[in-house]
């Protein structure tokens, strides 16, 4: 246990656990050194590098398309702009609540930094709110979910009032 912590400073915290110990230490041939972490993790940075540059090309094409010469009357146009604008927005919240925290864990993982924990409760808590703000900006962005919750919370009934 005391060469890996020699190795791998980083790990001290480990040595106060008494349920921790290590069987071998001998290094293994290095084809079999990838760890499954290190495979997670290189597979997400490979997802990140992947999706980034295909949205943002799919992205400029869609607006290369709404701002061309196309037959769409000014009000279409319009519309499907704002439509655009709320897709671009509606899908900015995964790229920043699942794509960068799991790009910064593999990351983490592929350099072997050691990280404070309340970076990575931050990363996780970020994670974990996707569905949250997910849902708030579909609500904000779409115009039926948007009109709906406004008339749900301002709608004033009237009162009638009959005279004798």
Same mark, same amino acid.
């Given at each position: 246990m005391t060469s890996i912590m020699r190795e791998h400073p980083q790990y001290k915290f480990a040595l106060a656990d008494p349920d921790i110990f290590a069987v $071998?230490?001998?290094?293994?041939? @290095?084809?079999?050194? =990838?760890?499954?972490?290190? &495979?997670? &993790?290189?597979?997400?940075?490979?997802? =990140?590098?992947? =999706?980034? @540059? =295909?949205?943002?090309?799919?992205?400029?094409?869609? !607006? %290369?398309?709404?701002?061309?010469?196309?037959? !769409?009357?000014?009000?279409?146009?319009?519309?499907?702009?704002k439509l655009m604008y709320g897709l671009l927005v509606q899908m900015a919240v995964p790229l920043v609540t699942i794509a960068i925290p799991w790009g910064f864990f593999a990351v983490v993982i592929i350099l072997d930094w050691a990280v404070s924990p309340a970076t990575l409760n !931050? %990363? !996780? %808590?970020? $994670?974990?709110?996707? &569905?949250?703000?997910?849902?708030?900006?579909?609500?904000? #962005?779409? $115009? @039926? #979910?948007?009109? #709906?919750? %406004?008339?749900l919370v301002w709608y004033r009934r009237s009162v009638l009032v009959l005279k004798a």
């Open positions: $071998d230490s001998t290094p293994i041939h @290095p084809i079999f050194g =990838v760890s499954l972490e290190l &495979a997670t &993790a290189l597979l997400i940075a490979a997802m =990140v590098i992947e =999706v980034i @540059p =295909v949205g943002a090309m799919c992205l400029a094409h869609s !607006f %290369w398309l709404l701002s061309g010469g196309t037959l !769409f009357s000014p009000n279409t146009r319009r519309l499907q702009m !931050f %990363w !996780f %808590w970020l $994670d974990a709110a996707h &569905a949250t703000i997910s849902s708030i900006t579909m609500a904000l #962005y779409t $115009d @039926p #979910y948007r009109k #709906y919750i %406004w008339h």
